[in-house]
């Protein structure tokens, strides 16, 4: 973690480096106030004395007859590591374009173009570090108690809750759910949808993620109107469906210069089959893969074993999976266990909802997902912090480990 | 380093060679060829084959069990029922072949503990219990750490813990008087005896063979040391070894999934005989160095860190922190990683019938995703409520997800309650339907003609809503 100045201090946070540990914000779940609890971990770590077994001599006699044959120091082997190569390689796709390339984004993100499976950095190292988008909607929706703590301030306001996403919460983008254009709840227009979109564009430098609300036939009109009046941003359309008209949508979508998230239902042949319709109009790199993401304790090990699967077929050469996969994590509060109240032994849900949503996302992570779309600040920053140390890694103590068999918790 | 066939290319042939070839039936299948097919497929195991037994079979049988011998050894430790398998793993990917024996969860104790503290501790563990659908998920071992570096209070420690529970535990103490202390206050509970390293591995080999234990060979981050330790221990006569490469918090994570990944990879696609042991994995390395950090933040970090290894390879994990909400994860995850990958995601749409409903019971119907209905049922069976409930089918599709991807349409649902015959069981129309499905429900009332009541989008609120809002 690099020195900060202290005048800095009050900044906020815009990169991991400045944001506040875990701990700050789990020890303060009752309320978040994260330009308070400015830290550098350093400073927690306190030096550790050795343990004490090593030094202590033995006082007991062990058996000391040798039987012949059992050998008298230590026989020699090597460990070869077990590198191996893949025939192709993941996609890379760029989301979000500068004004040299076109938008107004402060930067562009590119993600993909891996060689390995997820963090085999004793392979090859990691290419594109995996990022995290957090979800913004645009009208009040149910939140489960822990998420709604953090946001509640910003609910219905789509803009300050892109704001806060970004500065407080360090998302590297923000994903716009435009659920009121929903036919069967407030059936919002296109127009209003752009005004939306337009709000977050001033309000954010971040690339931005434009969510539909899952009506084929109403997302197909409001992602034209969206991708039209935005050329150029590279936003990442999701999402893109089978039931959707698929040849409309990949040519506003190749036209403005945006990119499809293409989504399918947890099954491999589908996926391949809608990425094959895309293929008439869109390039590899404009497409990104949604394979459906199961919360943790339902159905987490089908999505797991899908996108690892997915991954591998890519890398062994499946062009039509060979595509950066995305992930709605924030499936993970589908699960009852993270949001419910449960019995004393469970609790508190304060922590074991974040908890739930970390989980499924590292689990998915080992997968090879490459985009999270999140909503707990806490997931979100411990998914940040663990994936920038398996792309960085860093010197292991070794010899301190042992230390845990004495270690006084 | 050893090496031996790849699991991945057995086939049935394989196996059939080596049978007696009589189609004698003793197994309980048709012929030789189906017992060897389903011998492939792990779905019995090679001892039903009574005839092997015979002398005239003994160099076929060994060469079977040669042949059948999994990836990764399984080491057993502990006695009786409580006794935990680790290892046996036959693949590396899930999607490959069903994982064998579920990743062993460790609660620790140490020997300056109060006793009380002690005996509380160890009643936790073993009270762990969390139904989940149709599964009791538990814990499963302790680990008994010695922090005193006194033998006699290490003796007294794990004479305490096999007085309080018959889980198997594990003797942590590098100090090998120390560790003999221990195993004699329970010589012959085969715990796990950890660990053997390049100091002290002879005293340790020694204590293993004594007391006929499985014993843990831990080299951190050097797995050249690690493999040389086991191949040491294998020619002294220790042949039940775990490994402990080593567990890093924080930066050391990649260090920490390399060293699982490349040692899980060399057994199951390299055939490396040292590399094929149950792997250890320490997640309360968090709490060295803890310092003023707050025991949540060490808990939440143990946490995280130890449902990645439960996902890259780790045979066993050992813990610290004992709280339900750091551990529920876990051990759902555990639960979902460990599940058989050919299992459908689906359950077969239709008409279910719960308790005794007559004429006027409620009539609810749910998602054929797997999860969403053992859920549901779960709900509707644990409160002993009369009602039917109709699966419709959505394709595997949970209910939110199924109504954003169509899965889940109006359609469908008025088909359900055609064909599920519902309509000659109740006098009433009354159809309850998942609150996350709310958004289809005028469509349902028209394509139905049911009337629509909105339910709870929790199937764990049906009961209370039941007494509430049901009137037929």
Known sequence: MPHQDKKDDKKLPDTLGLSPEILDLLAKFQEIELEDFQMDVKELELSFEPGMAGQIMPKLKLPSAVKPGKPISMLQAAFVPPIETYPSKIAEVKLGATKAEGGTRSRAIIIGGETSPAFYTFERPVVHTPIVTLDVFDMEVPLSKAVKMHVKDVVGDPAAWAKLAVEKFGADMVTVHLISIDPLLKDATPKDAVKTVENILQAVDVPLVIGGCGDPIKDADVFEAICNTFPNERFLISSITRDMDVERCAKYVKKNGHVALSFTPMDLNLARELNRRLYDFLGKEDIVMDLTTAALGYGLDYAFTNMERARMAGLMGDSELAHPMSSGTTNAWAAREAWLKMAPEWEPRELRGPLWEVTTALTLLLAGVDLFMMMHPAAVKTLKDVTKNLVNGGKVDAAKFADWVTVKA | ?472
């Open chain 2, 1 to 472: 380093m050893s090496k031996r066939a790849s699991m991945k290319e057995l086939s049935p042939i394989d196996v059939y060679k080596l049978l007696p070839k009589t189609n004698c039936k003793e197994c309980g299948q048709e012929n030789c060829m189906a017992f060897a097919t389903k011998i492939v497929n792990r779905e019995v195991n090679i001892d039903s084959c009574t005839p092997l037994f015979k002398k005239e079979y003994a160099k076929a049988f060994s060469q079977l069990k040669e042949l059948l011998k999994p990836a990764v050894q399984e080491v057993t430790v502990g006695v009786g029922d409580k006794a935990k398998k680790l290892g046996g793993k036959l693949v590396m990917y899930r999607h490959e072949f069903t994982y064998t024996n579920p990743t062993a969860i460790a609660i620790d104790v140490t020997d300056e503990m109060p006793e009380n503290e002690l005996t509380s501790r160890i009643k936790k563990t073993e009270n762990f219990s969390f139904e989940y659908i149709g599964y009791t998920l538990k814990l499963d071992m302790i680990a008994v750490r010695c922090t005193s570096g006194d033998a006699e209070k290490f003796k007294a420690a794990v004479k305490k813990v096999t007085e309080t529970t018959s889980l198997p535990f594990i003797i942590c103490a590098l100090n090998p008087a120390v560790a003999e202390a221990g195993l004699m206050a329970a010589p012959k509970a085969r715990p796990l005896l950890y660990a053997a390293n390049s100091e002290n591995w002879k005293d340790m080999a020694e204590l293993a063979l004594m007391y006929d234990c499985p014993l843990v060979v831990s080299s951190p981050n050097d797995l050249n040391t690690l493999v040389s330790l086991a191949k040491t221990l294998l020619a002294y006569g220790v042949k039940d070894i775990v490994l402990d490469p080593g567990t890093f918090l924080n930066e050391g994570i990649g260090t920490t999934l390399n060293n699982f990944t490349m040692l899980r990879r060399a057994a199951c696609k390299g055939g490396e005989e040292l590399a094929g042991f149950p792997l250890m994995a320490v997640p309360m390395a968090a709490w060295i160095g803890k310092g003023e950090t707050a025991d949540e933040i060490v808990k939440w970090k143990e946490a995280y860190l130890a449902s990645m290894l439960v996902v890259r390879y780790a045979d066993i994990v050992v813990m610290h922190g004992n709280d339900g909400w750091s551990l529920l994860p876990i051990a759902v995850l555990r639960q979902n990683i460990y599940t058989d990958p050919r299992k459908p995601v689906a359950v077969a749409p239709g008409l279910k019938v719960f308790g005794t409903p007559d004429e006027n019971a409620p009539v609810l119907f749910t998602s054929n995703f797997a999860l969403t209905y053992y859920t549901v049922a779960s709900d509707i069976e644990s409160n002993k409520l009369n009602a039917y409930l109709i699966v419709v089918e959505t394709e595997g599709s949970a209910i939110d997800s199924g109504v954003a991807g169509r899965k889940l349409t109006a359609e469908r649902v008025a088909e359900a309650i055609k064909t599920s015959g519902v309509e000659g069981k109740v006098k009433h129309r009354k159809l309850i339907i998942p609150g996350k499905a709310s958004r289809i429900s005028g469509e349902i009332e028209e394509l139905s003609g049911w009337k629509v009541q909105v339910g709870p989008r929790d199937s764990s609120e049906i009961p209370k809503y039941l007494i509430e809002k049901w009137r037929p």
